[in-house]
């Protein structure tokens, strides 16, 4: 399906110069961006930096080229180059697809597109558009980011308005593959341990989110479901020296889920999430096997406010609880933030964030941190970017 | 009583600021857009991406000055934003794949020119600048 759909879109990139007039009747546009960011920790190394000593491992440059040749259809492609510490350090295909939007009750978008789970899947790559320099990391986790974000398939989408002064419902459904590259960095854990996805995991998803805009004016609630089907791929693990076992990783169906809000009103933002995330995984090898326990619940509420036209400020609390772990830090991360944005005018921005962090369940690899990871940690995160 | 007099002279000062803010502005269409008038909520929805019909059925394409005292004005009175916050969520359609950046002109003529030569073109001009071959849209 992968080859199919690429196909398509790029004979759709083809065949649609061809029948243009003009360029100008293509409307052709090229955008891009590029990010530096800097953490710096008082113990620990996390998101696989060096950042206890300081670490500037965190780059990213996207650059996009679309063709709209009518107001109703539109053909795109983005690219991203992205490193943090030992992930990353390629460019990668961020999305390529064909749109048609009928109306606004109904368009539809396929190749690889993002998808829109959660409040802010779709946009969660996308630094220039939100203040914060790391969103919530219990349900957007930087390291776990590029695998979550599109997949190969479709797309429907649309507004509906529901007349009585009830507001508007925007849908969106979509269904395709989606593809976790074997060297991403939901991983890492299972690297360190000797353990490797030599052909990544994949295999088919469908989702929907609605989000309900309310008749109480800037207040959207709204919720995601994605199903996905049993999911199965090789697994490899070398225990010692010359000793390659082979085996499977085997993820039974399961549905994550997540309900949100957000409120906003002149200099004001309000948002909060709640996910619920519980595959069912096994790692398989004869007469091996190893328990991969993961029921987790997470949150977050936040807060902003506009200080002034370039100048922005806000707070959030982010948690996460994995039930199938025992107790200790290793089971839970709290993490306590505060964070300010500054654009110096529409094309370049700073940000600055100090975060404070209980517990261990996310954000650490154990090669980085050999003499053990700490309970605690106070992170500062200085980033600026620049959008065109 | 103090109190009161000062929360009607906040009131009124609030109204006159937002009144000369929506007079300083003329949101124009192409003559072939069917709707004389727009809604403000039908305004803010088709310049930040999240609609491309009006009311009366009429497909439009926003059409922005790329600065300036109008453009703020206009940002300030009809889509509750500064400039910084309007772009960002530009952005975020823009690189997500869900929408193309829409047109930005230097100035009030080329807004002018622009609209009055393609269809759907929907924009907005100061209200001294001469605006020929468009037509005004009321907001309501």
């Known amino acids: 399906m992968k080859q199919f759909l690429m196909g398509v879109v790029m004979l759709a990139l083809t065949v649609i110069p061809a029948r243009a007039q003009s360029m100008e009747d293509l409307n052709i546009q090229i955008h891009g961006y590029a990010t530096q960011g800097f953490l710096y920790t008082n113990q620990n190394n996390l998101f696989t930096t060096n950042s206890s000593d300081g670490s500037p491992a965190w780059s990213e440059a996207v650059v996009n080229v679309t063709a709209q040749p009518d107001s109703k259809l539109r053909v795109g492609v983005q690219a991203r180059y992205f490193l943090l510490g030992n992930i990353g350090n390629a460019i990668t295909l961020d999305w390529a697809n064909a749109d048609y939007k009928f109306n606004d009750k109904l ?268 309970p605690t940690t106070k992170l500062t995160v200085l980033k600026i970017g620049v959008s065109f | 009583m103090k109190k009161s007099i000062l929360v009607s002279l906040l009131l009124a000062a609030a109204f006159v600021f937002a009144a000369r803010a929506q007079a300083q502005v003329l949101v124009i269409a192409n003559p072939g857009v069917k709707a004389s008038d727009v809604s403000k909520d039908d305004l803010r929805e088709v310049f930040t991406g999240n609609a491309t019909t009006l009311k009366d059925g009429s497909r439009v394409v926003p059409i922005l000055l790329k600065a300036g005292t109008t453009h703020e004005e206009f940002l300030q009175a009809y889509i509750g934003k500064s400039d910084t916050a309007y772009r960002a969520g530009w952005r975020s359609l823009v690189f997500s794949g869900q929408a193309s950046m829409p047109k930005s002109l230097e100035t009030d003529a080329a807004v002018v020119d622009f609209v009055a030569h393609n269809n759907g073109a929907i924009g907005y001009i100061g209200k001294a600048s001469p605006h020929e071959g468009v037509k005004v849209l009321a907001v309501k």
């Open chain 1, 107 to 374: 368009g539809v978008r396929f190749g690889k597109v993002k998808m829109p789970s959660n409040l802010f899947n779709e946009v969660q790559d996308i630094d220039p558009s939100y203040m914060w320099a790391l969103l919530p990391q219990s349900v957007y986790t930087l390291t776990n980011r590029n695998s979550a974000l599109s997949q190969y398939g479709g797309l429907v989408y649309g507004t509906l308005k529901l007349g009585n002064n009830l507001g508007k419902v925007e849908y969106r459904g979509w269904g395709g593959e989606q593809v976790l590259g074997g060297d991403d960095g939901y991983w890492i854990g299972l690297r360190e341990a000797g353990m490797n996805l030599p052909n990544g995991l994949s295999g088919s998803n469908i989702g929907a989110t609605l989000h309900w805009k309310m008749p109480f004016k800037g207040l959207m609630i709204g919720g995601t479901d994605t199903r996905k089907p049993a999911w199965s791929s090789q697994l490899t693990f070398a225990p010692a020296p010359g000793v390659l076992l082979t085996g499977s990783m085997d993820v039974k169906s399961f549905n994550q889920w997540a309900t949100f809000a957000v409120y906003e009103k002149n200099k004001i933002m309000l948002a909060g999430e709640y996910n619920k995330l519980a595959p069912g995984i096994t790692l398989s090898f004869p007469h091996l096997p190893i328990p991969f326990p993961v029921d987790k619940r997470q949150w977050y509420g936040m807060a902003s406010y506009k200080v002034t036209q370039k100048l922005s400020a806000g707070i959030y609390d982010s948690q996460q609880i994995n039930h199938a772990l025992p107790l200790g830090p290793a089971r839970f991360s709290k993490d306590w933030v505060i964070s300010g944005r500054y654009d110096f005018n529409q094309f370049l921005y700073a940000k600055a964030e100090q975060h404070f962090i209980d517990g261990t369940d996310n954000y650490f690899d154990e090669n980085l941190n050999p003499n053990g990871i700490q």
